[in-house]
């Protein structure tokens, strides 16, 4: 069995994204909003919160936390996940293009459209989403998160709980210091420090 973990948004996202490369068989959700528990979310069920995940963490079951909303909730959660012992599945986009030569680690979303080019690296839980393009030898940190439409050109660093905002670019061989945001449309020229948040063209950094 595997376990969509959240049945908002971005939990209905991986669904599409699963049926779309015709595997979606034996998919539930899993939500800890308990007005959700019981009910179906695009036809599938949702089975209930953590705890009925963790119940079945003998029974060979694997999840994907998929809670676009904030990269350092969607770690929290699969922390607790791998805690109790469920490992976790990865959800890919038939329609994404993936280099032979890319290191995808475990519960990682990536969505339609989307090219990640040679020697690139992408982390645990990291979501890629439709129409990205990372360029040769990048790497994407542990739950970073890059939004619609945004680029990164060759040998940029994504660290750690991170967002790329839509539309944005990142250039060659800088680094986007963990837990900071790129805002929309933004062109980050010289990095960004961890937890800062830059906007503009050239970006510049603003009080978070």
């Known amino acids: 069995m595997r376990a969509i973990y959240c049945a908002g948004e971005q939990g209905r996202v991986v669904l ?33 919160g953590f705890d009925a995940l963790a119940d079945r963490a003998d029974d060979d079951v694997r999840s994907l936390v ?40 475990d519960g990682v979303t990536v969505n339609a459209n989307s090219y990640l080019g040679v020697g690139v690296e992408v982390g645990d839980h990291a979501l890629v989403d439709s129409s990205v393009n990372v360029s040769h030898d990048s790497v994407i940190g542990m739950g970073a998160t890059l939004t ?6 060759g040998g940029v660093t994504v ?15 800088a680094t986007v210091g963990a837990g900071a945001v790129v805002g929309a449309g933004a062109v980050v020229t010289d990095g960004v420090e961890p937890g800062r948040t830059v906007v503009g063209v050239p970006a510049e950094p603003i009080d978070r």
Do not use: K, N
């Open 148 to 153: 619609p439409g945004c680029t990164l050109a």
């Open 16 to 48: 599409d994204i699963l049926r779309a490369g015709g595997d979606a068989g034996g998919v539930v959700f899993v939500d800890d909003d308990e007005s959700r528990h019981g009910t179906d979310v695009d036809g599938v069920e949702v089975i209930g």
């Open 159 to 173: 660290e750690s709980d991170a967002y790329v905002g839509p539309g944005s670019t990142v250039v060659e061989d």
């Open 66 to 105: 998929a809670f676009g909303d904030s990269q350092r909730v969607r770690l929290t959660i699969a922390e607790r996940v791998a805690d109790v012992g469920v490992g976790f599945f990865s959800a890919i986009h038939p329609d994404a293009t993936i280099s032979t030569a890319v290191s995808l680690s």
